[in-house]
């Protein structure tokens, strides 16, 4: 591994601020840039004193210096400017994630899809670490890959949740066993068609050979084999004919049940489960350690999380539902008249094909964000609509009308960059108002490098 004397980070969130330390550990000299203001940041001067960090926040223009490479967080995309200059100017630009991967000495379980990815990770590290394996997750979810490399070097097992932005700058990136969850549309606002999306989720595989270990729906196998990686291939979903099957709760691994998971909470009982493990069983060898590990599984804030009850309406917290297909999934799951919260900045278009699930599941929308408009337009035909604007009017309006036994939902099918800094300040802003209406003080918190992806 080279000597790196100076270095560039470009973004001052979680994943620049790790690599900056990480970078600052091993004696670079560093630069960290953001184009948000230390206020916007929520920026700490005394974390960062004594460190060879050199910090300027409000930066428009390319931060001038002579640098050994450039590492970019994944939220500022691979054509813009900044990075464009980059690679004009300077030897190696490279991701956060892979910077720090560079580093892993255990064995890496990278997860990547459009939804279900941190339940899939989390699910996957309480698996392992229940087994007696050290397993430690990063990535999109959890830490930055950097600052988990810097504070727990000698893991055995890294189990990285990778999103389509993280993949954009990734070159070396070679997981000994990968997943792809799914794949919807999504973050269309920023990738140029589904397509180029689908293909940066093949590049997770692309560096995998034979005697490592790919689990994808069989719908999307020859699309990630055309992404050039030779692994072990291994179907899963509902069909008969993937070889980690899902069906009635239970996990099939060719034709016989390894895993029951009747017992287990609705976040579990997916058809990713079958990959989960699948996966478990190829690392450890030992399918009872996921079941175990789901026995004991606490769900994660911002996906379909009950945050209390007011004159019998329940309210339910699905921020993390920044897709439409996620938005669907939660509807799926409901067995009450529910009562809408949906709208953001939009990802990608096809809002009329939800016509048929709102007709069916939903009382009323009540729109916000970026969209409200073309998400009414969409919907009001079939639907009772709201353009409520703002989430604190939204919740308002569906308290006023809500009947007892019935659900308030948040589940925008947006992201959240229009009105909040990321999906998890969506989500405690809704979980706020209704603990101060139900005198609970208990707040949620997770950390998400990569954004709404």
Request: with cysteine; glycine share 8%; net charge negative.
């Amino acid at each position: 591994m080279r000597t790196v004397k100076t270095a560039l980070v470009l973004g001052a969130g979680i994943s620049g601020c790790g690599a900056a330390r990480l970078l600052a550990a091993e004696g670079a000299q560093v630069t960290l840039a953001d184009q948000r203001s230390a206020a916007a940041l929520d920026w700490n001067p005394a974390d960062w004193r004594d460190q060879p960090v050199e910090v300027r926040f409000g930066q428009e223009l390319w931060p001038a210096g002579d640098y050994d490479v450039v590492v970019v967080s994944p939220g500022i995309p691979e054509d813009a400017e900044w990075v464009r200059t980059a690679r004009e100017q300077v030897p190696e630009v490279v991701s956060e994630l892979e910077w720090g991967a560079r580093r892993i000495k255990g064995r890496i379980m990278a997860v990547t899809g459009s939804n279900g990815k941190s339940t899939a990770v989390k699910w996957l590290a309480e698996a392992l670490n229940g087994n007696g394996t050290r397993a430690v997750i990063a990535g999109n979810y959890g830490r930055s890959v950097c600052e988990a490399v810097l504070q727990e070097p000698a893991a055995d097992w890294w189990v990285l949740e990778v999103s389509s932005f993280q993949l954009e700058t990734v070159q070396t990136l070679r997981p000994d066993a990968a997943c792809l969850t799914n794949l919807f549309p999504n973050h269309l606002d920023r990738h140029s068609s589904f397509e180029a999306y689908a293909a940066l989720k093949a590049r997770l595989f692309a560096r995998m050979s034979a005697g490592m270990a790919a689990w994808v729906p069989p719908e999307w196998l020859a699309t990630m084999q055309a992404g050039g990686g030779t692994p072990d291939w291994h179907t899963f979903g509902e069909t008969t004919d993937c070889r980690c099957r899902y069906a009635d709760s239970c996990v099939y691994i060719e034709d016989r049940c390894v895993a029951d998971l009747q017992a287990c909470g609705p976040a579990l009982r997916t058809p990713v489960a079958a990959a989960v493990v699948g996966m478990g069983d190829w690392a450890i060898h030992d399918a009872a350690a996921a079941v175990e590990a789901a026995r004991h599984f606490e769900p994660l804030p911002h996906r379909l999380e009950p945050v209390g009850t007011i004159d019998g309406v329940t309210y339910i917290n699905d921020s993390k539902a920044t897709n439409l297909a996620a938005l669907r999934f939660a509807l799926e799951r409901i067995d009450r008249p529910v009562r809408l919260i949906a709208g953001g900045r939009a990802k990608e278009g096809g809002f009329k094909k939800l016509k048929e699930v709102l007709e069916d599941r939903v009382k009323c929308v009540y729109c916000i964000g970026n969209v409200a408009k073309q998400m009414y337009s969409a919907w009001s035909p079939t639907v009772a609509c709201r353009h409520s604007g703002t989430l604190p009017v939204a919740l308002e309006e569906a308290t006023a009308d809500a009947c007892s036994g019935e659900v308030i939902l948040l589940s925008p099918g947006c992201a959240s960059f229009d009105q909040f800094r990321n999906y998890v300040e969506r989500g405690e802003r809704f979980a706020q108002w209704v603990r101060e209406r139900t005198g609970n003080s208990r707040s949620s918190k997770v950390n998400n490098p990569g954004g709404d992806s």
